[in-house]
């Protein structure tokens, strides 16, 4: 069974650290972001998120957001699910969606990747 707490590595060399992983699911931490929207520096952003508790043979999916309040008025919704291959390693396999504020309804259409 795949734990989540702990630190994740992304193949862009982003960080993730899940430091509280609570009985009912819950979870936080921060990530570490090598890809920014503005070609900034490298920034610490908070993380909350929840896992579906099932039993030990299924694979929980999880997901969390992400405020980069620090350098972007944007926020990152994350989905997936966390497997582990026949050595034991543990992966996350993922998908985001990324909203940016836009100055107006008419720019909403570029809002979001």
Known sequence: QCQLNGLWRNDQD??????????????????????TLSGGCSQISPLRGAQQQLEEEDRATFAFTVLWDKFSNATTAFVGQCFVDAAGKEMLSTMWLLREAVGSFEEDWKATR
Do not use: A, K
């Open 14 to 35: 982003s960080l993730m650290e899940i430091s509280v992983l609570r009985d009912n699911g819950d979870f936080q931490g921060q990530y570490l972001t090598r890809v």
